[in-house]
């Protein structure tokens, strides 16, 4: 049995609609040989994955306009722009947005883009899954508007509303673990000749840590709502019905979970190091070693445990029952820690490649993808330490807005990573290359936008500015005031660069761009910019971890000159 549709995709947006030919047509096969069909149940990765693109571009939109709405009620003490009865479910909106909304759909939509050409297969394993997965989850998306807009969420009013606000999530948590699926499944099976797992490219490693850890999590989170569903329709005697959603299914919305989403964020960063250093990475073991670090998040959300304090607070350490202190460090070293670690792990290798050559001196070609990809990978790490810091309880932030910070820094850095992958990517599948002019400002916008969106909810979190449902005093003001610039900001970036990326597929790519444009390492580029349907001609036969390396370098030996001909 395999796991690749074998079907070529042989209508065409140009034929699609053809009904003039002789050949009789039912009904059925002229609705699935339009346009809007081959883009719907289309079994070209491609294809859908920049339909979970532009829906997930949608839902980040969404995310960032709620997070305006909640700063903008924290700078007036008076609550005059909104009715307080909605401020429940804008909070649960901006939690559910960060990480349903933002980092897991477009993380997913890149590994489906991506995976495949990096791993020289000429189609996605299960495609029809990851087209169902896409519109499970959408159809969730939509849900969840729908319930919070009529009373429904974590404190919801009406029955029927927090039954859809349940099912909304459970909807998106299945359809993006079926997405998960094809994409574990590809990497795993649909891998060229001499592509092994230990040359497999840095990002498809994390899109296997990362939709591992997700088809590990979401069946968890399923069983979590369907306890609170039961719950809620009956007499709420074992979990407190919706209000106790956060107690028993928030855990999936806050750290050290979220760490587990932003994976192929940090992946992007990974894949990048090689090409704007022009190295082969030395040990190869080492960065896919700090990825799967990251990836042990996921052992938190399996067991539910969101570990909050260490466990010598207050008095310090000593050694009264000193055991039982190292038994309560035990889980929150391996689920806050050891993530954190292997962040580190991936930003030591970065130092290692950037170390000069004795021969060649140092070498670095910046690129516009890079900037996005750095600045993403920094905001995620200071949001790790963040969390770290959020558990010493002798601080006293915990129940502050900190922890949003937190969140913030994770989420809007997993974006700005995602976004550079993106950058990186587009001319595989539209031709092109993402314009320089716009990416640079664009992607230093961005880390302003997070750092002014989170690093004042950890100032305020240290003043004691509560979290939830609190209006801001005078004396917070200006920290709250940032806040709202920060996410103003985060709007624009976004908007301006879905107009850039829009007018770049709407461009008529002529077929004639260069298939590598960033003298790149890994075997994606050796086909067309964009690249057919079928990704590449022949089925690639790879030697090495880097094989357009290996091809340069076999022609600077033919030409004799050391330079590429």
């Known amino acids: 049995m395999t796991t690749i549709d074998t079907r070529a995709e042989t209508v065409t947006d140009d034929t699609a609609a053809d009904t003039t030919s002789d050949q009789p047509y039912e009904a059925g096969e002229i609705l699935l040989s339009s346009p809007v069909a081959h883009w719907l149940i289309s079994a070209d990765h491609k294809r859908i994955g920049r339909t979970y693109l532009g829906a997930a571009f949608l839902t980040v939109l969404a995310t960032i306009v709620i997070n305006i709405l909640l700063a903008v009620e924290r700078t007036d003490g008076d609550s005059v722009v909104l009715d307080e009865g909605v401020l429940a479910q804008l909070l649960d909106g901006q939690r559910v947005g960060m990480v349903f909304g933002t980092l897991l759909p477009l993380a997913m939509a890149l590994c489906v883009i991506v995976v495949p050409l990096q791993l020289g297969a000429r189609a996605l394993a299960f495609p029809r899954m990851a087209v169902v997965g896409f519109w499970i989850w959408f159809g969730g998306a939509i849900a969840f508007a729908i319930a919070l807009a009529n009373n429904g969420g974590s404190l919801g009013g009406s029955e029927d509303m927090v039954s859809l606000f349940f099912a909304s999530i459970a909807m998106m948590a299945v359809g993006l673990t079926a997405t998960a699926v094809a994409i574990a499944t590809s990497v795993l099976t649909t891998r060229a000749p001499g592509i092994t797992l230990r040359r497999t490219p840095f990002f498809s490693w994390s899109a296997l840590i990362f939709s591992l850890g997700v088809i590990v999590v979401m069946p968890v989170l399923v069983g ?15 979990f407190g019905g919706n209000a106790g959603f956060y107690t028993w299914a928030g855990w ?17 960063f990974a894949e990048l190091l090689p090409v704007v250093f022009g190295k082969r990475t030395p040990a190869r073991g080492v960065m896919i070693a700090g990825l799967g670090l990251v990836g042990v998040a996921a052992l938190s959300a399996v067991t539910q445990q969101n570990i909050q304090n260490l466990p010598w607070e207050g008095g310090g350490f000593n050694t009264d029952n000193l055991g039982d202190k190292f038994q309560d460090l035990a889980p929150y070293v391996i689920f806050n820690a050891i993530p954190l670690l292997g962040l580190l792990l991936v930003f030591l290798m970065g130092l290692v490649l950037a170390k000069p050559d004795e021969e060649e001196g140092f070498g670095f070609y910046l690129t516009s993808s890079f900037l996005f990809a750095f600045f993403g990978f920094g905001m995620i790490l200071v949001g790790m330490v963040g969390g770290i810091v959020y558990a010493l309880d002798d601080l006293g ?6 922890e949003e910070g937190v969140i913030v820094y994770v989420a809007y850095g997993g974006l700005l990573g995602l976004m550079g992958g993106i950058a990186h990517w587009v001319p595989k599948w539209r031709g092109g290359i993402f314009p320089v002019s716009v990416a640079v400002p664009l992607a230093l916008l961005g880390v302003l936008a997070t750092i002014l969106a989170s690093f004042p909810h950890y100032v305020a979190g240290l003043l004691d500015q509560e979290g939830g449902l609190f209006y801001s005093n005078s004396d917070l003001l200006i920290w709250n005031v940032l806040v709202l610039v920060g996410h103003g900001l985060m709007l624009a970036v976004v908007l301006i660069f879905i107009a850039a990326l829009v007018m770049l597929v709407k461009a008529d790519p002529d077929g004639n761009d260069s298939p590598d444009p960033w003298n790149a390492q890994t075997i994606e580029w050796s086909t067309t910019s964009p690249a057919p349907d079928e990704n590449f001609v022949d089925i690639p036969m790879v030697q090495s971890a880097e094989p357009m390396y290996d091809m340069k370098d076999e022609r600077r030996s033919a030409t004799g000159d050391g330079g590429d001909s």
């Not at 979590?224 to 074992?238: E, M, S, V, W």
């Open 252 to 268: 999936i919305l806050t750290q050290p979970a979220t760490y587990l989403f932003a994976i192929p964020a940090i992946g992007v």
């Open 397 to 402: 932030v915990q129940g502050t807005v900190f």
């Open 224 to 238: 979590a709502l369907t306890y609170l569903f039961i719950d809620h329709r009956y007499p709420r005697q074992g």
